[in-house]
């Protein structure tokens, strides 16, 4: 073999080599470089007033990934009245290791949500959650919080703290939450419930069957939202300051399906001085023989109520 046809033969070769090496450095940096930035969050601020923990991580994924598993996972915020605090057995992150702009996250074991007693002194409210399947997605632009979306199968959901019930309890099959900013000072807002069962400890009354529920509407005032978009101000400042431009989720459907009656309902819903819900949602239930009756929920003080039309010849 002539020593041109060696170069013809060896230089694809080596030219694939050398992109090789050159890639798998390229991505052990990526990872270093990720991992470095975790090493230097964890324990400290993440947004303004919310700390990120974590006990252990690893990072793998290679060629085209960058996968990042955390173990003992918590976000955190400490307030006066208590603490605000989310908990994950185990968190992992997806990106594209040339892509940086779109995140998976995956959240897998027992998860439980903290909150702040109702009465000062009072015992602290916790949430367990174990969802079979826990996925999210985020889509940045310009560095930017442009997208998010939540879907979880299998939700079990009971209250842990010392005051629970047996029947504060909470499951579905399915729960769906997309949110994607406008350009018109606005985001739409999908939510979906398949399946749910609500214990009668939170209803108040007997276990509550919402086969099918689903939500559209939008969020007013997002301008208001752009520092918490880049990380620049705390949750809590964030939602006050939404609340204070009289931010509302201008819900323009809420489809509720239970037996064989179904209803839709519309309405503007805002926070209270609590950040609390309060608002009327209005519309028909449609019930055998399409036979229509007005009515509607209204959130108060942090409960909701059917409000239905009162009948002929009373007050």
Do not use: C
């Amino acid at each position: 073999m002539s020593y041109s046809n060696r170069i013809f033969f060896y230089g694809p070769v080596g030219l694939l080599v050398l992109l090789v090496i050159l890639y798998s450095v390229f991505w052990r940096v990526q990872a270093d470089t990720l991992a470095a930035r975790l090493d230097r969050a964890n324990g400290g601020e993440v947004l303004p007033g919310v700390v990120f923990a974590f006990a252990e991580k690893s990072v793998g994924g290679y060629p085209f990934r960058l996968d990042v598993v955390l173990s003992g996972v918590t976000f955190s915020h400490r307030a006066p009245e208590g603490e605000t605090a989310w908990r994950s057995e185990k968190l992992a992150v997806h990106a594209l290791s040339y892509e940086r702009d779109r995140f998976i996250f995956e959240a897998s074991g027992l998860q439980s949500f903290a909150r702040p007693p109702l009465r000062m002194g009072g015992v602290p409210r916790v949430t367990y959650v174990t969802p079979a399947v826990a996925r999210a997605s985020a889509i940045f632009v310009e560095g930017k919080l442009t997208r998010f979306d939540a879907d979880l199968y299998g939700v079990q959901a009971k209250e842990a703290d010392a005051s629970a019930k047996p029947q504060d309890t909470f499951s579905a099959d399915r729960m769906q939450l997309h949110v994607l900013a406008r350009p018109d000072n606005r985001a739409d807002v999908i939510a979906e419930v398949n399946n749910a069962k609500i214990g009668a400890g939170w209803t108040g009354g007997g276990e509550l069957l919402l086969p099918g529920s689903r939500l559209t509407g939008k969020l007013t005032q997002r301008q208001t939202l752009e520092p918490l978009r880049t990380a620049q101000i705390s949750i809590a400042d964030a939602v006050l300051a939404w609340r204070k431009a009289g931010g509302a989720l201008s819900v323009s459907d809420l489809a509720v399906n239970w037996g064989s009656a179904h209803g839709d309902l519309k309405g503007d819903l805002v926070l209270d001085d609590q950040n609390r819900p309060s608002g009327t949602l209005t519309g028909e239930q449609i019930g055998t023989g399409d036979a229509r009756i007005p009515f509607g929920l209204v959130f108060a003080k942090g409960g909701i109520k059917l409000a239905l039309p009162a009948r002929a010849g009373s007050p």
